[in-house]
C-alpha cells in the first residue's frame, strides 16, 4: 500500500515541526523565518478550505495567517508566543484531518481485455 502526501499535507507537518522547534532559543532570523512559512502555509491551507467548503477551517487557517504576518507583526512577548506556537502547531497537525486536497482522479485504466 503507497502512502501520497499532498503537496498542503506536507507543508502542514513541516510548519509544524517549525513551530515546535520554536519553542528552544532561536536568532531573531529563525522567527522572521517562521513568521513567513507559518503565514504562507495558513494563506494556502486557508484556500484549501475555501475551495473544499469548509469555510470554519477557512477563516480559522485565516486567523492564524494574519497573527504570522511579518509585513506587520503581531508584538506579543516570548512566553505568549510559546502558547500560541504550541496551538498553531497542534491545529496544523489537526487540519490534516479536516482540510484536505481533492487528489486528481486518474482515468480508469484499460487493463481489462476480454
Known amino acids: 500500500m503507497k502512502i501520497h502526501f499532498s503537496f498542503s499535507v506536507v507543508l502542514r507537518i513541516t510548519a509544524s515541526m517549525l513551530l515546535f522547534w520554536a519553542l ?3 536568532s531573531y532570523g529563525y522567527f522572521s523565518l517562521l513568521r513567513w512559512v507559518v503565514c504562507s502555509v495558513a494563506v494556502y491551507s486557508a484556500y484549501i478550505g475555501a475551495t473544499m ?10 486567523f492564524v495567517a494574519v497573527i504570522f504576518n511579518p509585513i506587520i507583526p503581531a508584538k506579543l512577548d516570548r512566553a505568549t508566543w510559546t502558547y500560541v506556537d504550541v496551538a ?4 496544523f497537525l489537526v487540519s490534516l484531518v479536516f ?3 481533492n487528489s486528481p482522479q486518474k482515468p480508469p485504466s484499460d487493463d481489462t481485455k476480454l
Not at 53 to 62: D, R, V, Y
Not at 88 to 91: A, E, F, P, R, S
Open 88 to 91: 498553531v502547531g497542534i491545529l
Open 99 to 101: 482540510v484536505q486536497e
Open 53 to 62: 467548503k469548509n469555510i470554519p477551517w477557512a477563516w480559522l487557517l485565516g
Open 24 to 26: 528552544s532559543r532561536h
